[in-house]
């Protein structure tokens, strides 16, 4: 079985980026971006921030503290950059591994950790952050952030919507009904695609023959594909879509250029499937370090900054733990709480009985 | 005699059915190069191939719409679905399609499609992972509908799944994937037919009727019971579409009394149609109405509950209590 390698590959993809792997300054002619040392400051503190508390749940899981945890390691940019694009009144809708992007909607690490230590399926109000739940089906979350984004264009409101997803979903047909809905209602929204490389232990080609972001000329929308490592490509990139999208010039497809650095999440072993060397490629465009070169090299920050930040993550990593510990094990009963927003008669039934059964081993 | 794993009798069923028949095909997310999630097809695509062990994109209407497709090739593909929880988006494949084309087509086309899903929970993992979802294939017609408990079954059972002329659902327990047993791979004599259930443990007072990741916590349960004077007999069910009826009911004309345990909720389960049929067959012979032992009717918690949620051997004794208490 051979196949033509070359079909559909017209000219070569592009990449938007600002910022070099070695911290240069780059200009690109469609995007630019002009950042206050302040704000870069603010952008690579995020990006450290972010790293501790995934690498404090990884530690965390590691020692049984929760079931499993997926790893944002190497993203980081990609999520910073998308979700400080954001404004308040913009929604998000996650997939399972937006820990960064949720940083950005000032949700609570520890509200995170729920999912994955198994004592709620979700602890924040989606309402209250503008930031839905994690969702695990992969591509379920598209359509809705379709929906969502006609809603806010019946309301005539400043808001856009942004839906996260990976390169391996866009094989889902959830994801290209999304796709079209978008396309077709002209809705104000942004998909932004992480292609970490993987879909587990499947690489990209398992999913796709074209570069992701052109799969969106062919639904009737620009795609764009940025450096994911960047976060300055991935603050303006973004900034742009949902600004289009705001001013009614309907869906922008971003695939964010980066790379998956662990493993699928804690139980997966990828030794098993991709090469060490693929790795060492990457860690050579780790997100954070180009920011902090950027930072030295134009004496926007010095030792003692980093100190300051890195002081900060000690912080946050130790009391992320402390109160993963104390977070409490639900209530047997909670089992049937919030199953329908009314009353039911079968759910107080059983509640009921499971109360009385458990009663009886008190006695 | 070989001691395997369940998950490891899969593997070997799965590559001597491959070996058997070069029609046979794999294909799913994750069951190449991984060997799937939990290394069920561990090392066929290295030992068979990429065109018949395919890592598919990630789609699992596509992975069942073009097994259909496979299949009326001649191909004879298995399909894994990775939990439970994902077989929905290929819901309408298999209900749709999967399930009415052979009549629709007045029995012209066959379509020996082996679905196969980790199911249950018990294993700590989040939302989407631990799912009985079997009552909804038992309820499509043009489904077969099976389910392993042991290693021995799982081997023979699968290969059996994947000789079947019809669409096979195999339902696999997730968290016995690593329980072992003795398997005779020498010799085929010992297989019993796909569509039939087994006496796992023979007893005397109540019927046990369970299957999958339940058997092991109902043989448990009747150890126990033992202990107390009392003879439970533990029918694993195997087949749950057809169920096998000759061999549930006799048991329970026998027992005079009978608990229905599974994972799925209680509620429009697969206990309600078992204890309608006991109760129309074997009425007169009842000691006791038919229990049933299962989830509760919400979906599955978070896993710091589940053990609330699981029925447990103390659960399994509870009903046998009120089963006595008639
Ligand atoms: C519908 C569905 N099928 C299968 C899975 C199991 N699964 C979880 S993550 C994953 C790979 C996702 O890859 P990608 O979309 O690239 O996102 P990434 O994990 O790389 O961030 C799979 C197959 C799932 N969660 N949902
Ligand atoms: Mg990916």
């Known amino acids: ?363 | 005699m070989t001691v395997m794993s369940l998950s490891k009798a899969l593997n070997e069923g799965m590559r001597k059915a491959m070996e058997d028949d070069p029609k046979v095909l794999i294909m799913g997310e994750d069951v190449g190069k991984l060997g799937g999630v939990f290394r069920v097809t561990d090392g066929l695509q290295k030992d068979f191939g990429e065109d018949r062990v395919i890592d598919t994109p990630l789609a699992e209407s596509g992975i069942i719409g073009t097994a259909i497709g496979l299949a009326l090739r001649g191909y004879r593909p298995v399909c894994e679905i990775q939990f439970d929880g994902f077989v929905f988006p290929a819901a309408d494949q298999i209900i749709t399609q999967l399930a009415k084309m052979p009549m629709r087509s007045l029995g012209a086309i066959k379509l020996p499609v082996v679905v196969r899903i980790p199911c249950g929970g018990g294993i700590g993992a989040v939302e989407h992972h631990s799912e009985s979802p079997e009552a909804y294939f038992t309820h499509t017609a043009g489904l077969r509908v099976v389910a392993c408990s042991n290693p021995a079954d799982a081997y023979s059972m699968i290969q059996q799944a994947i000789r079947s002329d019809d669409p096979v659902i195999f339902f696999e327990p997730k968290r016995r994937y690593w329980e072992k047993a003795d398997v005779d791979t020498a010799d085929t004599g010992w297989w019993t037919p796909m569509d039939k259930g087994l006496v796992v443990r023979p007893g005397t007072d109540v019927t046990l009727l369970t299957h999958g990741p339940m058997v092991k916590t109902c043989l448990e349960a009747a150890q126990a019971a033992e202990e107390e004077g009392r003879s439970l007999e533990v029918v694993d069910l195997r087949s749950l579409n057809p169920l096998d009826q000759p061999l549930v009911m006799e048991s329970v004309r026998k027992t005079g009394r009978a608990v229905v345990v599974h994972e799925a909720p209680v509620n429009q389960g697969l206990g309600a149609e078992l204890a309608a049929r006991i109760t129309e067959q074997c009425f007169y012979h009842l000691e006791s109405p038919v229990l049933r032992v299962g989830g509760f009717s919400t979906p599955y918690p978070p896993s710091k509950l589940e053990e609330h949620y699981l029925p447990d051997l103390d659960r399994v004794l509870d009903a046998v209590d009120r089963a006595f208490a008639y």
């Open chain 1, 1 to 363: 079985m051979t196949i033509d390698a070359s079909r559909g590959a017209e000219a070569p993809p592009e990449l938007v980026q600002l910022l070099t792997p070695e911290g240069e300054r780059v200009q690109h002619p469609d995007y630019d971006i002009d950042l206050t040392p302040e704000e870069v400051r603010s952008l690579y503190r995020d990006l450290v921030l972010v790293r501790r508390v995934d690498l404090e749940a990884v530690a965390l899981q590691r020692q049984g503290e929760l079931g499993i945890w997926a790893s944002l390691l190497g993203q980081e940019a990609a999520q910073i950059g998308s979700g400080r694009a954001l404004t308040d009144s913009d929604m998000a809708f996650p997939t399972y591994r937006e820990h960064g992007v949720a940083w950005c909607r000032d949700v609570d690490p520890i509200k995170l950790l729920g999912l994955f230590r198994g004592v709620n399926n979700g602890g924040w109000d989606p309402k209250e952050h503008n930031f839905h739940l994690y969702t695990i089906v992969i591509g379920s979350q598209t359509l809705h952030a379709v929906g969502y984004a006609m809603g806010i264009q019946r309301d005539d409101a400043a808001a856009a919507t942004i839906v996260y997803f990976g390169d391996g979903a866009t094989s889902q047909g959830d994801v290209n009904e999304s796709f079209i809905w978008a396309s077709v209602f002209n809705a104000p929204i942004v998909f932004f695609c992480q292609n970490n490389q993987w879909a587990i232990s499947e690489p990209l080609e398992r999913q796709t023959r074209i570069p992701l972001y052109r799969r969106a000329s062919g639904f009737g929308f620009p795609g764009v594909r940025v450096d994911g490592n960047d976060v300055f490509a991935c603050l303006a990139v973004t900034r742009q879509a949902l600004k289009n999208a705001r001013e009614g010039q309907g869906p922008t497809l971003i695939e964010a250029f980066t790379y998956r650095m662990g493993a699928h999440t804690t139980t997966d072993d990828p030794t098993r499937y991709r090469v060490a060397s693929e790795l060492e490629a990457w860690k050579l465009k780790d997100p954070i370090e180009r920011v902090k070169a950027y930072l030295f090299k134009n004496e926007l920050a010095d030792q003692t900054f980093l100190d300051g930040v890195e002081a900060e993550a000690d912080q946050l990593g130790a009391d992320l733990r402390r109160r993963c510990l104390a977070l409490p094990d639900p209530e047997p009963l909670a089992i049937f709480d919030h199953v329908y927003a009314e009353p039911h008669a079968l759910i107080d039934e059983e509640r009921a009985q499971f109360a009385a059964y458990l009663e009886g081993f008190e006695r």
